[in-house]
């Protein structure tokens, strides 16, 4: 493409905002890293592939990834000149994300505003009466229906759109996410700061994060996924992503699907593929306890897997069921034990103080956690997160602030009104029994050996190191 034909084209900026801190604002998932660690925005990501194959010339700016100040974007987004800005905002986030948004349209005002995020699955019409800067609002970035709104010729509902039409009427089109298989384009990796992502679990220093399907078939009540619908990516782009990563040097990927595997028949094409067609390929991916066999874990190693994670959330049955987990510890303990036989590292995600937990039934899980043979552990606090099953119902019984759009699930921040979270904690009780967990599960000598004897190379070691020093001192 030359620079006259650049310069002919419409001009869009995909938008990380800045933050004081390392938000994750994508994928409807969101959080504060509680290390070093950063993913790449896939929204944003998948958006670049997309809105370049629709003709737009392409800006991608991910300001916390590249530690731009408020000002700095700004400045980076003007240059730009834009005609569309498509950013992100978060509920962790949201009292820096309104402000700086606000500004950069005074900057900026040329430019249509599409916002994406969490809240906004909750907020819909009301986004654009809240936030004068939005103009749009984008509920499901897997699918065109971005770039069907932008090349309409009269206003009308378009799906997983809401914006003002020249009328003045906010049309809402309906969030559906669609189901069976999809395409998404393969994204414009070359656009992202590639260097400036981190994954703790990664073998080498410069890794990519690919979808092959979209949200999650299960239905946990505490997890936003469990609300997107299920669909499955075809397998060529997915190929045809990787292929591109390989000439861009990448050799580790983080398959960020929700639970790897859910459909056998295409997981396997999919992972004879990756054998086939990329040897040596290093990856991670998530994984549920209850579906995982000796067969499927051994052909994911052979794929180049060495990493699953498993949301093993509590030790509590009982509270696995409320929550419609419907996983049990027996899976738990034999979906570990397969993974340590065929040399795969696991890492398992818990979640505290549930309404229905008590002090003893954490305390249970926090040793529970130690008990079992987890090479990691990520220990999380229980909020009521936009798009979950689990906010509705704490909304429905008066047990969240309405107005309030802050919550951090990485880290304590007073979340239940009243006495309504659970019978006998506080919110600074659970952050207390997540610090202990933190300590109780890293800081045992015999943890810290066995890590160290299955470290495979320097850049692991670095990471490591690193990832645990912040973890600890957080
Ligand atoms: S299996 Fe995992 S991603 Fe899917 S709904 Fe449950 S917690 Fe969410």
């Given at each position: 493409m030359t620079e006259t034909t650049n310069l002919a084209r419409k001009r869009v900026v995909l938008l990380n905002p800045p933050g004081s801190r390392k938000y994750f604002?994508?994928?409807?998932?969101t959080l504060v890293s509680k290390a070093r660690y950063y993913y790449h925005p896939v929204d944003l990501i998948y958006l670049s592939g997309i809105l370049d194959r629709a003709g737009w010339y392409v800006e991608c700016v991910d300001a916390i990834a590249e530690g731009l100040t408020p000002e700095q974007t700004a400045a980076r987004v003007e240059r730009c000149a834009p005609d569309l800005v498509v950013y992100l905002i978060a509920s962790p986030s949201y009292d820096e994300d309104v402000p700086f948004l606000t500004m950069l349209k005074g900057r900026v005002p040329q430019a249509t505003f599409v916002g994406s995020g969490d809240i906004y699955r909750e907020l819909r019409e009301r986004a654009l009466e809240l936030h004068s800067f939005c103009d749009a609002v984008l509920?499901?970035?897997?699918?065109s229906d971005l770039t069907d709104w932008l090349s309409r010729t009269e206003d009308t509902l378009v799906r997983n759109v809401i914006y003002r039409a020249a009328d003045g009427r906010i049309l809402a089109g309906e969030e559906t996410h669609g189901r069976g298989a999809y395409h998404l384009p393969v994204p414009r990796w070359d656009l992202w700061p590639l260097d400036r992502y981190i994954f703790a679990f990664a073998r080498h220093r410069r890794w990519a994060t690919v979808l092959t399907d979209f949200g999650c078939p299960f239905s946990c009540l505490f997890c936003p996924m469990s609300t997107t619908g299920y669909k499955l990516r075809d397998i060529d782009t997915v190929i045809d992503e990787i292929r591109l990563l390989r000439s861009l040097g990448i050799r580790e990927i983080f398959f960020r699907d929700q639970t790897f595997g859910v459909d056998r028949v295409r997981t396997q094409e999919l992972l004879r593929r990756i054998r086939e067609e990329f040897p040596g390929l290093s990856w991670t991916c998530w994984s549920r306890v209850d579906l995982v066999t000796a067969d499927f874990l051994k052909s994911i190693v052979e794929a180049g897997c060495h990493t699953i994670m498993f949301?093993?959330?509590?030790?509590?049955e009982d509270v696995l069921k409320q929550y419609k987990k419907n996983t049990r510890r027996q899976q738990m303990e034999q979906a570990l034990r397969m993974c340590e036989d065929v040399g795969l590292r696991t890492v398992g995600t818990f979640v505290i103080g549930l309404p229905g937990e008590s002090k003893k039934s954490i305390l249970r899980t926090i040793e529970y956690a130690r008990d079992i043979p987890l090479d990691f552990a990520s220990f999380n606090i229980a909020t009521p997160r936009f798009g979950s099953t689990f906010r509705r119902l704490m909304k429905e019984q008066g047990a969240?602030?309405?107005?309030?759009m802050t919550y951090d699930s990485s880290k304590s921040s007073p979340t239940w009104t009243g006495d309504a979270g659970t019978d006998t904690l506080s919110n600074k009780e659970i952050f207390r029994l997540q610090q202990r967990a933190i300590r109780r599960f890293y800081l045992r000598p015999s943890y810290l050996l066995r890590r160290l004897r299955r470290i495979r190379s320097a850049y692991e070691l670095y990471a490591q190191v690193r990832e645990g020093w912040d973890l600890l001192i957080s």
């Open positions: 604002r994508d994928y409807f998932c509920t499901d970035f897997s699918t949301g093993i959330e509590s030790s509590n969240v602030d309405l107005d309030r």
